[in-house]
């Protein structure tokens, strides 16, 4: 049996670990897996992350890009070890496992303020026990659910659901603004890296470059190209070095 790593030991800089993503278009045969290679941390989330989405979505599902990122960025808790994620119910379920140390306090996982966050994590996580609460609330708001269990030897297993007949409330529909800087070619709907800026930014509130990009796991260059893009579509403004959602923004962000 291997030596347990101590967490202030352990190197969260690189993921040196393959996860599993096994998507079942029915439990009458074996799923199709997809495996996602070891990578420095940042772009094994997101790499992670994006590859559960979209095959969600391909087989129709429509749990938000968001909530996927937020339940894949727990698996630093667990060091990111034996991880495996099934997507059952034409996209509708998906079930994250590891074989870290499990959530004990499962009731408290889902409150805000309470997380095992330590500073190496804080990197690329924000650390402050927000992650699941955000699951919680919109699942709770939108004919979903989700579980949190104990894995069969060691680790946890965190099920999020979302109903597949739940529509959400249709929003206002909104003229955007004449900008000088707006490109004449602008077009909607936006890219899901847009769509996720936008949802951040309701969510956090201002934002800088370092921090944007820290939360949606994006290189500075990455960041600050998409970012300045949605300057121009005029849903972002700057505000010093900071960036906030401008009112069309915020509308547009709330509807996603």
């Known amino acids: 049996m291997d030596e347990p790593v101590n967490r202030e030991d ?4 690189f993921v040196n670990a393959t996860a599993r993503i096994a998507l079942y278009d029915d439990l009458k045969s074996a799923p199709r897996i997809t495996e996602i290679q070891p990578d420095t941390t940042a772009e094994f989330i997101e790499k992670l992350t994006t590859t559960i989405w ?31 994620v099934s997507i059952l119910d034409g996209g509708n379920t998906i079930r994250f496992a590891d074989q870290g140390p499990g959530i004990r306090e499962k009731e408290n996982a889902r409150k805000p303020g309470f997380s095992s966050a330590i500073e190496p994590m804080k990197k690329y996580i924000r650390g402050v ?21 104990d894995n069969l030897n060691s680790g946890a297993v965190v099920t999020i659901t979302l109903d ?3 529509k959400p409330a249709p929003a206002k529909p909104v003229e955007p603004p004449t900008r000088t800087s707006m490109r004449p070619t ?6 899901e890296r847009e769509k996720l800026f936008i949802t951040i930014l309701m969510r956090e509130g201002e934002l800088g470059i370092t921090q944007m990009g820290e939360i949606a796991g994006t290189a500075p260059s990455t960041t600050f190209n998409t970012l300045s893009k949605l300057e121009d579509y005029g849903l972002v403004e700057k505000l010093g070095k900071k960036r906030s959602l401008t009112d069309l923004g915020y509308e547009i962000a709330s509807a996603l």
Do not use: C, W
């Open 10 to 13: 352990f190197d969260y800089t």
């Open 54 to 84: 979209e095959q969600a979505k391909l087989i129709g599902g429509s749990l938000p890009y968001t909530l996927i990122r937020e339940v894949s960025e727990n698996f630093i808790h667990a060091q990111f070890k034996e991880i495996v």
């Open 129 to 149: 026990g927000s992650g699941l609460p955000i699951v919680q609330e919109y699942l709770d708001n939108s004919d979903g659910s989700i579980v949190i269990e």
């Open 164 to 166: 597949p007949s739940y």
């Open 186 to 191: 602008m077009s909607l709907p936006l890219s």
